[in-house]
């Protein structure tokens, strides 16, 4: 019984860490490819993309938009804050081109035209649900429970080195 609960804690263990450098190394991966990940905190996007959904801009040069392109821009009534929608218009103005833009799950469009600067985020395509992981692991309590997790790791494995029975000797005649 002792031998298969190890068994089981080892495959588990292999598992998960398993899990967190694979999605280490896909997350660089996108990032060295130029891509960046955004999270969907809304359903304004819906069924395009849902809530917890992870949209994965390309960099594009904002001459390059088009009309039912979905762009990801800085909000401009709330400093930090992202809004993934679709161009729904663009209008030339005086001052260069400007973008209507609106969710697919809402009825009107967005009560703003904005101005693109030279780059900006397009969405190559989506990962439903993956969102979540970056979502939560951004809050204090996740990181502190990944910390001491990683602490417990690091802390089984010395003790397990230093109460690790040393095989017999043989004895020397």
Same mark, same amino acid.
């Given at each position: ?32 490819? *130029? ?10 996007? /819906?069924?395009?993309?849902? &809530? !917890?959904?992870? #949209?994965? %801009? ?44 609106? *969710? ?10 904005? /101005?693109?600067?030279?780059? &900006? !985020?397009?969405? #190559?395509? %989506? ?47």
């Amino acid at each position: 019984m002792r031998h298969s609960l190890r068994t089981i804690a080892r495959v588990a263990t292999a598992l998960v860490a398993g899990a967190v450098v694979a999605f280490v190394v896909g997350y660089a991966a996108l990032l060295a490819a *130029g891509f960046r990940p955004v999270v969907v905190y809304s359903g304004s996007m /819906r069924p395009t993309l849902g &809530v !917890g959904s992870l #949209a994965v %801009d390309r960099v594009a040069p904002a001459r390059s938009v088009r009309v039912r392109d979905v762009i990801t821009f800085n909000d401009p009534y709330v400093t930090g804050r992202l809004v993934t929608h679709r161009v729904a218009r663009i209008v030339p103005t005086e001052h260069g081109l400007a973008y209507r833009t609106k *969710g697919d799950a809402n009825t009107t469009r967005d009560p703003w035209a904005i /101005r693109l600067d030279d780059k &900006v !985020g397009r969405v #190559a395509f %989506d990962v439903p649900l993956a969102g979540y992981v970056l979502w939560y692991a951004h809050t204090r309590e996740i990181r502190a429970l990944l910390l001491a997790v990683f602490a417990a790791f690091v802390l089984v494995a010395a003790l397990r080195r230093i109460w690790r029975n040393e095989p017999a000797r043989p004895a020397e005649a």
